[in-house]
């Protein structure tokens, strides 16, 4: 099982940006792909970006274009560089470690969360 502990939210203005980061261990990180999950205030979790253990990545259509997921397998860690942030990106922000399986991300670790909050 991985330990995995988000850090970097936090509240910014509309058009602001954000680096979150995502502290792991327990485990062999650079075995796992890696992603950034968010959930608003009632909805349903959602996938935002993962990345493969050899860094292929992918991102929800909604962040497409503004936000960048990365790893250091190195430092075991997790990024997601959130640029241009909108009012529609205030979630809390979960880190996940699993797998893809088929083309579908399926995780099995999370941390606990940070928030990020954007304001109009």
């Known amino acids: 099982q991985m330990q995995l502990v988000e850090s970097g939210g936090g509240l910014v203005q509309a058009g602001g940006s954000l680096r979150l980061s995502c502290a792991a261990s327990g485990s062999i990180f650079s075995t796992k792909a890696m992603a950034w999950y968010r959930q608003a205030p009632g909805k349903e979790r959602e996938l935002v970006a993962r990345?493969?253990?050899?860094?292929?990545?992918y991102y929800a259509d909604s962040v497409k274009g503004r936000f960048t997921i990365s790893r250091d397998n190195a430092k075991n860690t997790l990024y997601l560089r959130m640029d241009s942030l909108k009012p529609e990106d205030t979630a809390m922000y979960y880190c996940?470690?699993?797998?893809?399986?088929?083309?579908?991300?399926?995780?099995?670790?999370w941390g606990q969360g940070t928030q990020v909050t954007v304001s109009s």
């Open positions: 996940a470690a699993g797998a893809v399986l088929f083309s579908n991300y399926v995780p099995r670790d």
């Open positions: 990345i493969s253990r050899g860094g292929n990545t």
